[in-house]
Nanobody, 124 residues
C-alpha cells in the first residue's frame, strides 16, 4: 500500500502562487501514474495534471500555462506549482496515484490511492 500526504495549500489572492506537495510513503515505480485532481463545492472531481514516464505530462486546458507538475523521485514527492491563480481555482486538491499503468486517464476510478485533500482558496 501507499499513503499520500498533501501539504502546501492555503489562501492566496488572485494572481498569486502556491506550491502543493504530495509525499508518498514509498518509492513509486517508474511506470506509476501520479496525478492531481480538484473538486470545487458542488462540482465533480476533475483531473488537473498527470505525470507518467511513458505517457508524459499533461494538463487540463483550464490550467495549462499556469500550473506545472513535477516529481522529486529521491523524496518520493509530487509537486504542483500553481501560478496566476484565480478564484475559479478555488477547490480541494487531491493527489492520486497508481503503482503502474500503460495509461493515466483523468478518471477517479482508475486511481487506487488518494491523498486526504488540501484546500486552496483564491480570493479576488
Amino acid at each position: 500500500q501507499v499513503q499520500l500526504v498533501e501539504s502546501g495549500g492555503g489562501s492566496v489572492q488572485a494572481g498569486g502562487s502556491l506550491r502543493l506537495s504530495c509525499a508518498a510513503s514509498r518509492y513509486m515505480p517508474s511506470n506509476s501514474c501520479m496525478a492531481w485532481f480538484r473538486q470545487a463545492p458542488g462540482k465533480e472531481r476533475a483531473g488537473v495534471a498527470r505525470f507518467n514516464r511513458g505517457v508524459g505530462i499533461s494538463y487540463a486546458d483550464s490550467v495549462k500555462g499556469r500550473f506545472t507538475i513535477s516529481k522529486d523521485n529521491a523524496k518520493n514527492t509530487l509537486y504542483l506549482q500553481m501560478s496566476s491563480l484565480n478564484p475559479e481555482d478555488t477547490a480541494t486538491y487531491y493527489c492520486a496515484a497508481d503503482l503502474g499503468s500503460n495509461w493515466c486517464p483523468y478518471s477517479r476510478d482508475h486511481y487506487p490511492y488518494w491523498g486526504q485533500g488540501i484546500q486552496v482558496t483564491v480570493s479576488s
